[in-house]
């Protein structure tokens, strides 16, 4: 089975910055898309970001493009959100996920971790 857990959220002022981890274990067969998904208080959960196995290709969302950047490390199986220039509206649970491919994941993952919150005051 697939595990994901999340760390590194918290609460920051707008204009800081913010790295956020995930730590996967399981089958690699089912984790070749890892990311991240958000949902602010009152709306949808929504895509944010995802990860092929390699980290050479993958896609950000619109949202956060230019000020979010994915990444990954294989040898400790660990992704990586750096949340740069935070707004009040990146306030929400983050959620860390995974699937089989990038088309999958952006669709609805399969695997997902407990989410953690970070909170972006003004």
């Known amino acids: 089975q697939v595990e994901l857990v999340e760390s590194g959220g918290g609460l920051v002022q707008a204009g800081e910055s913010l790295r956020l981890s995930c730590a996967i274990s399981?089958?690699?067969?089912?984790?070749?898309?890892t990311g991240w998904f958000r949902q602010a208080p009152g709306l949808e959960r929504e895509f944010v970001a995802v990860?092929?196995?390699?980290?050479?290709?993958?896609r950000i969302s619109d949202s956060v493009k230019g000020r979010f950047t994915i990444s990954k490390n294989n040898v400790t199986n660990t992704i990586y959100l750096q949340m740069n220039d935070l707004r009040p509206e990146d306030t929400a649970v983050y959620y860390c996920?995974?699937?089989?491919?990038?088309?999958?994941?952006?669709?609805?993952?399969?695997?997902w971790g407990q989410g953690i919150q970070v909170t972006v005051s003004s």
């Open positions: 990860s092929n196995w390699s980290g050479s290709s993958g």
């Open positions: 399981g089958r690699s067969v089912i984790t070749l898309a």
């Open positions: 996920a995974a699937d089989i491919t990038m088309t999958t994941f952006q669709r609805q993952p399969r695997h």
